[in-house]
């Protein structure tokens, strides 16, 4: 299985960017997904999940109100639709997909992917 990120480029602060994220090999219609992304010199965290069921979606709080992800479960794809971007938001956006419909903030849970998107914004 392997996960496509696609979306990234560079941007202004303020502008907007959409990722998206499908995979080859099998769907992620009903399994848990999520967004993380690596500044440069800094460890990778969370930007966004959503799950199948229950608490839907979680945001890092540098990002609420200003990113939102969605899926489309026809075709088994997530989109980090991002808005307001700032020159912090600048980094190497991954997609991951879990096994499991849960949701999860912690990457060690995600059992698949993607091969990383770079956003950079200039202020």
């Known amino acids: 299985v392997q996960l496509q990120a696609s979306g990234g480029g560079s941007v202004q602060a303020g502008g907007s960017l959409r990722l998206s994220c499908g995979s080859s090999?099998?769907?992620?219609?009903?399994?848990?997904m999520g967004w993380f992304r690596q500044p440069p010199g800094k460890e990778r965290e969370l930007v966004a999940a959503i799950g199948w069921g229950g608490p839907t979606t979680i945001y890092a709080d540098s990002v609420k109100g200003r990113f939102t992800i969605s899926r489309d479960i026809r075709k088994g794809t997530v989109a980090l639709q991002m808005n307001n971007l700032k020159s912090e938001d600048t980094a190497v956006y991954y997609c991951?997909?879990?096994?499991?419909?849960?949701?999860?903030?912690?990457?060690?849970?995600?059992?698949?992917w993607g091969q990383g998107t770079l956003v950079t914004v200039s202020s």
């Open positions: 090999g099998r769907t992620f219609s009903n399994n848990a």
């Open positions: 991951a997909g879990r096994r499991r419909a849960s949701i999860s903030t912690d990457a060690s849970t995600y059992d698949y």
